[in-house]
C-alpha cells in the first residue's frame, strides 16, 4: 500500500476485552488504510470486531475491561494509539467525529438539538454563543432539516428517526472533520429514509472532501456507497479490495458465501445458498482459520484447522486471509 | 375476492387506537394504524405483507389473532369469523393460527428450558404430559434443525439463528395451519438469514402450512412470497402476484420502495429514483392519497380523494390504489 494521500492507517491493531470468563480477543491484527475523501467501508456480522475496531480508533474502548493491546493507529502523522487523554479530546469530535447507529440514544434528551451542536462548535472553534448558534443553523439547512430555525429549540423526541440522524450528522460534521465514522447509520432508519441519509453523506463527503469510515453489515449498502471494503470475521479482516472487483469477484470463501447467501430481486430459485453453522463467539474462537468449521473448501484441510492465514496480497491489489487462495497469486 | 381455497380472508379490516387526554380521558382523535385492508390467503401460499416502519402491518398480525381488539371489519378463518368468535372459539382458532415474532432475544422466556418453551402449548392445549410431551417436543427440535439433546437448555446458551428456530418450533409444536411470521429474519445477521428462510420454506412443504409473511425487506419478500401486498399507513396501496409485482410494480410509492435498496452489484450504481419526505405523522394524516406528499406525479385530484384498490391497466389480478396509474 502507498502512502500517498492515505490519511488514516491502522496497523496490526489488536482489541482485547479482560473479562471475568477470560479474554475475549474481539479485534486481532487488523490492518487497513483509508485515503482522503475515499469512503472505506467494514463489512461484517453481529460481534466480527467492526464497532470495536471503530471504537479503538476513537480510542473510545471501555478501559478496563478492554484495552487496545497491540497495534498502531497513524492519523494525518500521529499515532493516536499513544495519544493522552487530553490530546485525544481534541482530536475527537473535531478531526475526527463519528455518528452512531440509533440516534435516539446518542442524542441527550434533555437539551435541545440547538444546545448540544452548539456546545461541539465552541469546545473545538473559538466562536462566540451567537456565532455558534448561526452557524448551527447553517448546518442544519444543510443536512436537510426544514425549517431549521424553529427545529433548532426542539428537543430529540420531537424529531423523527430520520431527523435525529441528520441531527447527529449536523453535530458530526460542523467542525469539518477529516474523517467521520458512520458505524452502522441506517440500520435503525427505513429504507427510502436510508437512501437520503446516505445520500447526505454523499453530498457532505463532496462538500467537505472528508473520509468515511462505514461501517454496516449490508453487503449493499457497501456495493453502493463505498469506494474499498475490508470484510471482517471473527475478530479479524479476511478480505479487503475495491468494492468493483470484491463484488465482482469474491476471493475469500467468507465473502463468497455471503454473497451468494442474499436475497436479490430477480432472483428466481426455490432455495437459498447457505452458509452451515453458527458464527462464533469471542470467547470461543475456533483454533486455526476461524472460518473453517463453516467453511466449504477448508472444513478438512489439516492446515486451516490448525494455522491461522494472514491477510496477503494476491493478484494486484486485493488482499485475503486463506490459505487457498495462494492459487490466485500464480494466476 | 371469494375463493373456496380460501383459507384466511381478511375484509375492509379496521383497528383504530383512540387517544385520550385530560383528566376525564375524552377520547379526542384516533389513529388508524390499519384503515380498511382486505386480502386473502390461499391454502399452501404465501402472502407477504411488506411496508416501512408504522405502516401497520404488525397491527394487522395481531389484529388477526386478537391481541389487538379490530374496530370494523371481518377475519374470516376457515368460515369462521375469527373477530366475533367466543372464547371457546378463540380458543381453538389460536391453535390453528401461531406466530413467530421478530426478535429472539425477546419472545422467548429466558427462565424457561427450551422443552418447556416448546412444549407448553402442549400441555395447555392438549394436556400431553411426560415421555409423550418430551418425545414430540425432541422429534419437533430435531425438525427445525436443533439437536433434541438441547432440550434441558435455556434460550442465552443459544445464538439468534439457534433461538429463531426455537420460536420457530413453537410456532409449529400444534400443528398450525396458519402461520403468522412477523419479520423472522430481519434480526438475524445476513449468513444466518437464508438458513431460516430455507428451513421455513422446508416446512411449508412437510407441513402444508400457509404464511402471513410480514417484512420491510423486499428482497427476502421476492424471494418467499407468491402474492405480495404493499402497505402504507395503513392502507393497501399495491396487491399483486409476486412476479407481477415485481416486474410491474405500479404504484410510485412501491416502485420508490424497489429502487431504495442497496443492491449488490456496483454496476446498478446511480439508478435510483430520488424519494423526499418522510412518512407522515398518523395522528394527522393527511386527506385524500395518504403518499401525495411524496409522490413525485402527485396532482391536485391527489391531494383531495383518497383513491381506493382496484385491478388496473388489464394487468390480471394486480391491484392498484392511484389516481395516475392506468
Known amino acids: ?331 | 375476492m371469494v375463493n373456496a381455497n380460501n383459507l384466511l380472508a381478511v375484509s375492509n379490516l379496521k383497528t383504530y387506537f383512540a387517544i385520550k387526554k385530560g383528566l376525564l380521558r375524552r377520547t379526542v382523535g384516533y389513529v388508524k394504524a390499519v384503515d380498511g385492508i382486505s386480502f386473502s390467503i390461499e391454502k399452501g401460499q404465501t402472502l407477504g405483507l411488506v411496508g416501512e416502519s408504522g405502516c401497520g402491518k404488525t397491527t394487522v398480525a395481531r389484529s388477526i389473532i386478537r391481541l389487538v381488539p379490530a374496530t370494523a371489519g371481518q377475519v374470516i378463518f376457515e368460515q369462521t369469523n375469527v373477530l366475533s368468535a367466543d372464547r371457546k372459539r378463540l380458543g381453538k382458532l389460536r391453535r390453528d393460527i401461531s406466530l413467530i415474532f421478530q426478535d429472539p432475544f425477546s419472545s422467548l422466556n429466558p427462565r424457561m428450558t427450551v422443552g418447556n418453551i416448546v412444549g407448553e402449548p402442549l400441555k395447555v392445549q392438549k394436556g400431553l404430559a411426560g415421555s409423550e410431551l418430551t418425545e414430540k417436543v425432541a422429534a419437533l427440535l430435531s425438525k427445525v434443525g436443533l439437536s433434541p439433546d438441547h432440550i434441558n437448555s435455556y434460550p442465552h446458551e443459544f445464538s439468534g439463528g439457534q433461538r429463531q428456530r426455537i420460536g420457530v418450533a413453537r410456532a409449529l409444536v400444534l400443528e398450525p395451519k396458519l402461520v403468522i411470521c412477523d419479520e423472522p429474519v430481519s434480526a438475524l445477521d445476513v449468513s444466518i438469514q437464508s438458513q431460516i428462510l430455507n428451513l421455513l420454506k422446508d416446512l411449508q412443504e412437510d407441513f402444508g402450512l400457509t404464511y402471513l409473511f410480514i417484512a420491510h425487506d423486499l428482497a427476502v419478500v421476492e424471494f418467499f412470497c407468491d402474492v405480495v401486498a404493499v402497505m402504507y399507513m395503513g392502507r393497501i396501496v399495491e396487491l399483486a402476484a409476486a412476479e407481477e409485482l415485481y416486474e410491474n410494480p405500479l404504484h410510485p410509492y412501491t416502485r420508490i420502495l424497489m429502487s431504495a435498496i442497496p443492491r449488490v452489484e456496483p454496476t446498478l450504481r446511480g439508478q435510483r429514483i430520488p424519494s423526499a419526505g418522510e412518512v407522515p405523522s398518523a395522528l394527522n394524516p393527511p386527506s385524500g392519497c395518504a403518499f401525495a406528499q411524496r409522490c413525485p406525479l402527485v396532482e391536485q385530484v391527489c391531494l383531495k380523494q383518497m383513491p381506493i384498490l382496484e385491478e388496473k391497466g388489464g394487468y390480471k389480478e394486480h391491484f392498484v390504489a392511484c389516481w395516475k396509474c392506468q
Open chain 1, 1 to 331: 500500500m502507498d502512502d500517498d494521500g492515505i490519511l488514516l492507517s491502522v496497523k496490526n491493531l489488536s482489541t482485547h476485552f479482560f473479562t471475568e470468563d477470560g479474554i475475549a480477543k474481539a479485534v486481532q491484527d487488523v490492518s487497513f488504510s483509508i485515503k482522503k475523501s475515499k469512503t472505506f467501508a467494514l463489512v461484517g456480522e453481529s460481534g466480527c470486531g467492526k464497532s470495536v475496531t471503530a471504537l479503538s480508533i476513537m480510542r473510545l474502548v471501555p478501559e478496563p475491561p478492554g484495552k487496545i493491546v497491540a497495534g498502531k493507529i497513524i492519523f494525518e502523522g500521529r499515532d493516536l494509539s499513544v495519544l493522552s487523554e487530553k490530546q485525544m479530546r481534541s482530536v475527537r469530535g473535531n478531526k475526527i467525529a463519528m455518528i452512531f447507529q440509533e440516534p435516539m440514544t446518542s442524542l441527550n434528551p434533555v437539551y435541545t438539538v440547538g444546545n448540544q451542536i452548539v456546545e461541539a462548535i465552541k469546545l473545538h472553534q473559538k466562536k462566540s454563543t451567537s456565532q455558534a448558534w448561526a452557524d448551527a443553523v447553517g448546518m442544519l439547512r444543510k443536512v436537510g432539516i426544514a425549517d431549521p430555525e424553529r427545529r433548532i429549540n426542539e428537543y430529540p423526541h420531537q424529531l423523527s428517526g430520520g431527523m435525529r440522524q441528520r441531527v447527529m450528522l449536523a453535530m458530526a460534521v460542523s467542525c469539518e472533520p477529516a474523517l467521520l465514522i458512520a458505524d452502522e447509520p441506517t440500520t435503525a432508519l427505513d429504507v427510502t429514509i436510508q437512501a437520503q441519509i446516505l445520500d447526505l453523506l454523499d453530498e457532505l463527503q463532496k462538500q467537505n472532501g472528508m473520509s468515511i469510515l462505514l461501517i454496516t453489515h449490508d453487503l449493499g449498502i457497501v456495493a453502493e456507497r463505498a469506494d474499498s471494503v475490508a470484510v471482517m470475521y471473527a475478530s479479524r479482516i479476511v478480505e479487503v479490495a475495491d468494492s468493483q472487483s470484491l463484488f465482482a469477484e469474491p476471493l475469500h470463501p467468507y465473502t463468497q458465501g455471503l454473497l451468494k447467501s442474499l436475497p436479490r430481486l430477480g432472483f428466481s430459485g426455490r432455495r437459498l445458498q447457505t452458509i452451515s453453522g453458527n458464527v462464533p463467539e469471542p470467547l470461543r474462537f475456533p483454533a486455526g482459520c476461524k472460518f473453517h468449521p463453516r467453511c466449504p473448501v477448508g472444513c478438512n484441510d489439516k492446515r486451516c484447522q490448525t494455522v491461522e492465514p494472514k491477510l496477503r496480497n494476491v493478484k494486484g491489489g486485493r488482499y485475503v486471509a486463506c490459505w487457498y487462495a495462494k492459487e490466485y497469486e500464480e494466476k
